[in-house]
């Protein structure tokens, strides 16, 4: 059971590159999430989804896109990257019983 | 808006001795607060959690408190280890918000020997 596993660890984008970080659990969770974290600051929520195919925007979702075609996969989407996007993202996950979410180790990603 | 606030950005405390991190909170619709400990490069771990019809949740060395009136809430840690060292979140979500974590900007605490 590896939990949620995030891929890539790094990445060093030039302004105006695209890319996509991928989020993979397999807790067979229905909701799935994408948070960023800015140094001295706290976890900000992208965005997020209840299930298979839902998705919905969270506090800062602007410059981001995501799809959710399976349970296991939400990957996120940056197009036009930008400098403010540099930061450290971590993909969760958790039951929609309650409890806690769970999250994976992180992509750090600096836009130059 | 931060609608959940750590005032302070780092603690230290001696090895054996009781941390004690402060959360508090604006929204009054969070019905549900966590305490989630992060080591470097790591994501994330949930630690403890409490309901919003408790004010008492205990868990081994952790134990969380919540005075909904005062809308705050705080963790202590009894004997404090110097494996405790690490950055503490506070979160808090609301039974609307689709389970929607709001996090506060953490606290780091240093245990020293």
Redesign the interface.
């Known amino acids: 059971n590896a939990g949620v596993t995030q891929t890539p660890k790094f990445r060093i984008l030039k302004i105006g590159q695209s890319m996509t970080l991928q989020c993979t659990q397999d807790m067979n969770h229905n909701y799935m999430y994408w948070y960023r974290q800015d140094p001295g600051m706290g976890l900000k929520l992208i965005y997020y989804s209840v299930g298979a195919g839902i998705t919905d925007k969270g506090e800062v979702p602007n410059g981001y896109n995501v799809s959710r075609s399976t349970t296991e996969d939400f990957p996120l989407r940056l197009e036009l990257a930008a400098p403010s996007q540099t930061s450290v993202y971590f993909c969760a996950s958790s039951y929609p019983e309650g409890g806690s979410e769970y999250f994976g180790p992180g992509t750090r990603l600096t836009v130059t | 808006d931060q609608q959940?606030k750590?005032n302070s950005?780092s603690l230290s405390v001696q090895e054996g001795r009781i941390s004690i991190l402060n959360c508090d909170y604006t929204n009054s619709m969070f019905d549900?607060f966590?305490w989630?400990k992060k080591y470097p490069?790591?994501?994330?771990?949930?630690l403890i959690?409490i309901s919003s019809i408790k004010d008492k949740n205990e868990d081994g060395r952790f134990t969380v408190f919540l005075n909904k009136s005062a809308k705050h809430l705080s963790l202590h840690i009894v004997p404090s280890q110097p494996g405790d060292s690490a950055v503490y979140?506070c979160a808090a979500r609301s039974i609307q918000g689709?389970?929607?974590?709001?996090?506060?900007?953490?606290t780091r605490l240093t245990i020293n020997p």
């Open positions: 959940v750590q950005p549900y966590l989630y490069a790591e994501g994330p771990t949930f959690s979140f689709a389970q929607k974590l709001v996090f506060g900007q953490g």
